[in-house]
């Protein structure tokens, strides 16, 4: 059982009964044949394949951004990366845009994802060759927040009948109304997650650092950019499909990496399982807890990540 | 095993090596010395690949470094460097496997073979018994030598030491360079290492290379190299050296007051 089948299925079964539970509550009590009728069934369907999408999305553009910064504290949301990615969509949708088809939105926040990662980067490496941690967190939150208040300018110009609301964009939200955009966006961060598990070893050795890595017979230079483009592209389809939801990409590689250890080739679809598990739960339980009310999926996500990413900011937990 | 021809290189604006050259032969133990800034790590560097010069060429085993792949230059060479993967909670053991990375297919595992191999660089590097420890819960030598066992478990016949035992104390710097002595002696394995440390490199070198403003300033034996009016040519520091009365090479002794 050395690659682990046991856990694969186990963690297979958990989001499963997670799925189940998701699609069993909500404000409407459903019966199975339901889901697939029009109506309430075919958008808590709809919901729940998103929530599994955007959550292993999340998780899996966590573990490549830490494996390549080094540093167990980056994630899309932290990096800034996700506002960038909204900041896009939204101005893609603003511009009439995205009626060109489904892949328009998630194209495009795919272009705001990557050039704010590429900013941050440049910004926390200045001048010598490391990345220093505390700056990496500084430029990527700083990033974040003018990009993100941009973003709100954005939705607050635009005619609100076009464009997604601010609290939309901000705090995320699961339900999809465009089989469209959920279909682009699934096959988007299924073939990231697919070539990112292929290719898990090169991230292995990233780890180690950029010379040894070379050493070790990697090709560091075309490494990194693919690796980026591939953390970009996952986080600007979910993005464009769901807004920004916070910390995911935080808690679950790093609770996986505790469990199972820092191997990519196990924890990319650890993480990937997993961090679909959690969102279902965090959603099911964002949607009942004070029903008919349902809470932002990012207020959700944030209260547990930010005190996460305390703690690890105040251990300084190695990748 | 290794030709180095006319290198100059450098970073940005400013040079660092100018029109270095030396010849490596198999199962040597070189040793690079001189001052901070002196071009030694940068020479590394430019033997690795990393650091392309701007003239001259490295020759490998016969092949011109820049037509080779990452990956033919890892199946043949390996880097040991100083405190490396601190931020790391790979097991000792995952550690020396990933030296097995440039022999792996493209997206395969590894196999009983590359464990075996794995399992038998890190009796070598003597760390097999912390083999399930993450390398972020144990010393910095202990460390070092599961670094150490990465590097064999790549099978290089050149292996490059970067101020490997820098920030180790002195049990940890001889227990790994006797290793390192050990493997140049009974397996004829090249190696090419800088180092801080005079004694050291006397001790543990067939040959010397004093770097100085990126030139070469002296090459020889420890006998010929390690001298007071090199030293103080080089380093700018008036010493006194003796002869090790075990070994009979070379040794820098620091006088305080005698300036």
Redesign the interface.
């Known amino acids: 059982m050395k690659r682990g089948w046991r856990l694969y299925l186990l963690l297979i079964a958990a989001l499963l009964v997670s799925c189940a539970i998701g699609l069993g509550i909500g404000a409407v009590h459903l019966s199975p044949g339901d889901l697939f009728a029009p109506g309430v069934g075919q958008l808590r369907l709809a919901r729940v394949l998103l929530t599994v999408v955007v959550g292993a999305g999340l998780s899996v553009a966590g573990v490549i951004f830490q494996a390549l910064l080094r540093n167990p504290l980056a994630e899309p949301y932290v990096l800034g990366a996700s506002s960038g990615a909204g900041l896009a969509a939204a101005m893609v949708i603003l511009m009439g845009w995205s009626v060109a088809g489904a892949w328009v939105l998630p194209g495009g926040a795919f272009v705001g994802s990557i050039l704010t990662v590429a900013l941050v980067y440049a910004l926390a490496r200045g001048s010598g060759g490391a990345l220093p941690i505390h700056s990496l967190l500084l430029a990527g939150v700083v990033v974040g927040a003018v990009l993100s208040s941009l973003l709100m300018f954005v939705v607050s110009i635009a005619p609100p009948e076009r464009v997604h609301n601010v609290m939309w964009w901000l705090l995320g939200n699961l339900q999809i109304f465009d089989w469209g955009l959920l279909r682009a966006a699934t096959v988007l961060v299924v073939c990231g997650l697919g070539i990112t598990i292929l290719l898990a070893r090169d991230l292995n050795l990233m780890t180690l650092g950029e010379e040894s890595a070379a050493h070790l017979g990697l090709n560091v230079n075309q490494s990194r950019v693919l690796f980026f483009i591939l953390a970009s592209l996952i986080t600007g389809a979910v993005v464009a499909a769901a807004g920004l939801i916070g910390f995911v990409g935080l808690i679950v590689p790093h609770s996986v990496r505790l469990a199972i250890g820092p191997d990519h080739r196990r924890l990319a679809p650890a993480s990937a399982l997993v961090g679909a598990t959690f969102l279902v739960l965090a959603d099911a339980f964002a949607r009942t807890i004070m029903a008919p009310t349902e809470i932002p999926i990012g207020v959700v996500t944030a209260c547990l990540g930010g005190p996460f990413f305390l703690f690890l900011l105040k251990r300084k937990r190695p990748v | 095993m290794l030709l180095i021809q006319g290198i100059t290189a450098g970073y940005e604006k400013h040079i660092v090596l100018q029109d270095v050259s030396m010849n490596v032969a198999p199962g040597e133990f070189v040793g690079l010395l001189g001052p901070n800034g002196c071009g030694k790590t940068t020479l590394l560097?430019v033997i690795?690949?990393?650091l392309t010069p701007r003239s001259g060429q490295v020759i490998l085993d016969g092949r011109n470094i820049l037509t080779m792949?990452?990956?033919t230059?890892?199946?043949t060479?390996?880097?040991l460097?100083q405190d490396?993967?601190?931020?790391?909670?790979?097991?000792v053991r995952?550690v020396a496997l990933?030296?097995r990375?440039?022999h792996?297919p493209r997206?395969g595992?590894e196999s009983h073979h590359d464990h075996a191999i794995a399992q038998k660089a890190m009796e070598e590097a003597d760390i097999a018994h912390l083999a399930d420890r993450p390398v972020?819960a144990i010393s910095g030598g202990e460390r070092q030598r599961a670094f150490f066992a990465?590097c064999l478990a790549?099978g290089p016949r050149l292996l490059l030491l970067d101020e490997p035992v820098n920030h180790l104390d002195l049990g940890h710097q001889i227990q790994l360079l006797e290793c390192v002595r050990r493997l140049n002696r009974q397996n004829k394995l090249t190696v090419v290492g800088v180092f801080h440390d005079l004694n050291l490199a006397s001790e543990y070198c067939d040959r010397l290379l004093v770097l100085r403003n990126g030139r070469i300033e002296a090459a020889g034996t420890p006998g010929e190299v390690v001298t007071p009016e090199l030293i103080d040519r080089v380093y700018g520091a008036k010493v006194v050296v003796e002869a090790n009365a075990v070994s009979g090479r070379p040794h820098v002794v620091v006088a305080a007051g005698s300036h």
Not at chain 2, 84 to 91: A, E, K, R, S, Y
């Open positions: 560097r690795s690949g990393i792949t990452r990956r230059w890892a199946q060479a390996a880097c460097m490396m993967g601190m931020d790391t909670t790979f097991t995952e990933l030296g990375s440039p792996l997206f595992w972020s990465m790549q």
